[in-house]
C-alpha cells in the first residue's frame, strides 16, 4: 500500500427523520437558498414539506427550482446559476437523487464562475470555490452525497462529462433510509448496480492492491447483491435500504481505493459517452457495458475477475483461472437480467450505427480506452 492522506469533508447524518434537520444544518451556511429538486416525488412523499417546515423554522428564506430530470441538463443547471445570482444565494440545497445533486453541485460551482458551465467540464477552467452545498439524497445509487463529483449532460453537444474537484464535497449529507422506500424495484436496480460498479471496475483492473481493500470491495458487492433482491421483495425493508444508501455513499467515497494506484473506469467512460444519445438510467447503461468490460478484458485480469467469481458470487472453483472468470461474468449478467436490468446494446436503446461515434468520443477521452477497444466492447453485448 502507497502513502497516503484520507479526508472526506462531508458531515454525513445518517437515519430515520434526519431530513427534519435540514434547516439548522443550512442555516450555518447561509440564509438564503436555492432548492434544488426534481420533478414531484419530493412532495408526493411529504419530504417537501417537511424540508420547508425545517427551512422555516430556521429562519431561511428559499427560492426553488424544481423539475431536474435524469441525466440532468446543462440548461437547467444554467437556470439555477442565474437564479442565484439574481437572489443572492448563499447556500444550494439538493433534494433527490444523483442528478438532483450533480445539478446542485454544478450550479454551486457554476455561481461563483464569470464564464460558461460547460468550461469546467471541457477542462478550459478549474473550479476553484463554489457555493456551500446541502443535500438529501433519496435514491441509493451514485453517491453524490458523500463525494466531489458532478456528472452532467450538454443536450446541444449530445456530450454527457464528469468532473472531480474538492469543492464539490457536499459540506452536510442528510441520509434518511425511509427517504427510499418509494424507488421502483427496476431503479433499486439500477441503483445498485451504479454502486456495485464504482467498486468492481477498480477491484478487476489489476492494480497491486492490500488484502484489506481487496475484501472490503468483496464484502460491499456481495452486501449490495443481497440488499438489491430484499428490498425489490418488500420495498420498505429498512435494513436492506440502509445497506444500500450506506454502501453508496462508501462506494464511491474513495476510500476503497486509498493508498493505491490510480485506475481506469472504462465501463463508466463508455457509458457517459453513450448516455449522450439515449436517456437511459445510468445503472442500466453499466448493467450492459460492465460484463462486457470484464469480459473483453478477462485475458489480462483472470486473478480478481475469477476471485469475484467466487468471492462474490459464490462460485465453486473448479476450473481454470480464465474458466473461472468466464463462468462468473456469465453468472453475473443473469443476476443482472434476473433483478430487471438490460443486458445488451439494442436493450438500451442504442443501435450499433451510433458505436463509431461513441468509440470516437471515448478516445478522445484521455481516461478512457483507445476506439478500437471501446468498439469490440460495445459490440460484445450488441443485441
Not at 476553484?128 to 452532467?152: C, D, F, Q, W
Not at 473448479?318 to 430487471?340: C, H, N, Q, S
Not at 470516437?360 to 483507445?370: A, I, L, Q
Request: hydrophobic share 40%; proline share 4%.
Amino acid at each position: 500500500m502507497q502513502e497516503f492522506v484520507f479526508t472526506n469533508p462531508t458531515k454525513l447524518i445518517f437515519g430515520r427523520g434526519v431530513a427534519n434537520q435540514v434547516g439548522r444544518e443550512t442555516a450555518r451556511y447561509g440564509k438564503r437558498v436555492l432548492l434544488v429538486s426534481g420533478k414531484s416525488s419530493a412532495k408526493k412523499s411529504g419530504l417537501y414539506n417537511d424540508v420547508m417546515r425545517s427551512l422555516r423554522a430556521a429562519d431561511v428564506s428559499v427560492t426553488e427550482q424544481p423539475g431536474v430530470l435524469p441525466n440532468p441538463r446543462l440548461a437547467t443547471c444554467l437556470e439555477g446559476i442565474e437564479l442565484c445570482r439574481e437572489n443572492g444565494i448563499e447556500v444550494v440545497l439538493g433534494i433527490g437523487g444523483g442528478s438532483v445533486l450533480d445539478s446542485a453541485k454544478a450550479i454551486a460551482a457554476g455561481a461563483c464562475y464569470n464564464g460558461s458551465l460547460w468550461d469546467f467540464f471541457e477542462k478550459k477552467a478549474v473550479i476553484k470555490r463554489a457555493l456551500p452545498v446541502v443535500t438529501i439524497v433519496t435514491m441509493a445509487a451514485t453517491g453524490s452525497e458523500y463525494n466531489r463529483i458532478t456528472v452532467i449532460k450538454n443536450e446541444e453537444r449530445h456530450a454527457k462529462a464528469g468532473l472531480w474537484n474538492e469543492n464539490l464535497f457536499p459540506k452536510v449529507s442528510l441520509v434518511d433510509p425511509e427517504l427510499t422506500f418509494s424507488v421502483s424495484p427496476l431503479y433499486t436496480a439500477y441503483g445498485g448496480v451504479d454502486i456495485i460498479s464504482h467498486v468492481l471496475e477498480r477491484y478487476i483492473n489489476g492494480q497491486p492492491t492490500s488484502i484489506v481493500q481487496l475484501r472490503f470491495k468483496e464484502a460491499l458487492m456481495r452486501s449490495v447483491m443481497e440488499a438489491v433482491e430484499q428490498a425489490q421483495a418488500t420495498p420498505m425493508n429498512y435494513d436492506a435500504r440502509s445497506t444500500l444508501l450506506w454502501a453508496g455513499s462508501l462506494a464511491c467515497s474513495s476510500i476503497f481505493d486509498t493508498g493505491l494506484s490510480s485506475s481506469d473506469i472504462p465501463a463508466h467512460i463508455i457509458d457517459t459517452e453513450a448516455a449522450g444519445f439515449s436517456d437511459h438510467a445510468h445503472g442500466a447503461g453499466l448493467a450492459v457495458i460492465l460484463p462486457a468490460v470484464m469480459r473483453y478484458y478477462v485475458d489480462r485480469f483472470p486473478y480478481t475477475t475469477a476471485r469475484f467469481a467466487t468471492e462474490v458470487l459464490g462460485l465453486v472453483r473448479e476450473e481454470p483461472e480464465v474458466d473461472m472468470a468466464l463462468k462468473g461474468i456469465d453468472a453475473f449478467r443473469k443476476w443482472l437480467r434476473r433483478i430487471g436490468c438490460p443486458v445488451t446494446m439494442q436493450a438500451l436503446g442504442i443501435g450499433a450505427n451510433l458505436f463509431a461515434e461513441i468509440a470516437s468520443r471515448v478516445d478522445r477521452n484521455e481516461e478512457g480506452p483507445d476506439r478500437e477497444d471501446t468498439l469490440a466492447i460495445l459490440n460484445l453485448y450488441r443485441e
